[in-house]
């Protein structure tokens, strides 16, 4: 079964300084992962995916996550961060050929300090 | 605003009352999804329909639960004898069916409180 594990449920940063939210996965196949965040009272919305391509992936503002398949990781990182950035983060899975089903990781909560 | 829509975005309701949402989801996306969000967890899938069928259903979608998307464009969700664990956060979410690596894209929720 396919599923997803974040490590930290809230991690707090000053503004400026790197993000690292870490997700590890576990899939029998080769997957589909995305990461997603949650403004308060706003819908999620996509932040990058992978889909077999370059592992290196970019997404929006400013983020990126690396696909380690040797240590079934996917973290998403920022080199700096704003204070705009503080909300939840979600890594998802969904296996190859799957048409549903997202499968969600419990979140993580980015505090950013001024 | 063409993204995904849903109504309405607050229901409070008593114990044992039914409630129906109501989503409208981008107009050329086939793929339809309704997920369940409680305080402090990730979304969970309920169902997913393509056009008007209902491909697939989580066991977490009781009998209390149904789900319509009579002409494969809006979709409704009804709950019947609500319960309080029930009280969740009800997101809907499309997709195209060309969309590559299952992309979905989410409305905004429907926040219910069971009383």
């Known amino acids: 079964a396919q599923s997803v594990t974040q490590l930290d449920s809230h991690v707090s940063v000053s503004e400026g300084t790197p993000v690292l939210l870490r997700c590890n996965y576990s899939?029998?196949?080769?997957?589909?992962l995305f990461w997603y965040v949650q403004h308060p009272n706003k819908g999620l919305q996509l932040l990058l995916k992978y889909t077999s391509a370059a592992t290196l992936v970019k997404g929006i503002n400013g983020f990126e996550a690396e696909f380690k398949k040797s240590e079934t990781s996917f973290h998403l990182t920022k080199p700096s961060a704003h204070m705009s950035d503080a909300a939840e983060y979600f890594c998802?899975?969904?296996?190859?050929?799957?048409?549903?089903?997202?499968?969600f990781g419990k979140g993580t909560k980015l505090s950013v300090k001024p | 605003d063409t993204g995904v829509s849903q109504d309405p975005r607050h229901k409070i309701t008593k114990r044992g009352q039914n409630v129906t949402f109501r989503c409208d989801p981008i107009?050329?996306?086939?793929?339809l999804y309704w997920y369940r969000q409680t305080l402090g967890q990730g979304p969970e899938f309920l169902t997913y329909f393509q056009n008007e069928a209902q491909l697939e259903k989580s066991r977490l979608l009781s009998d209390r639960f149904s789900a319509e998307r009579p002409k494969g464009s809006f979709s409704t969700l009804e709950i019947q004898r609500t319960e309080q664990g029930d009280s969740a956060m009800y997101l809907c979410a499309s997709s195209s069916f060309s969309s590559s690596g299952g992309e979905q894209f989410f409305g905004p929720g429907t926040r219910l409180t069971v009383l």
């Open positions: 998802v899975v969904t296996p190859w050929g799957s048409q549903g089903n997202l499968i």
């Open positions: 107009s050329e996306h086939n793929r």
């Open positions: 899939s029998s196949y080769s997957p589909s």
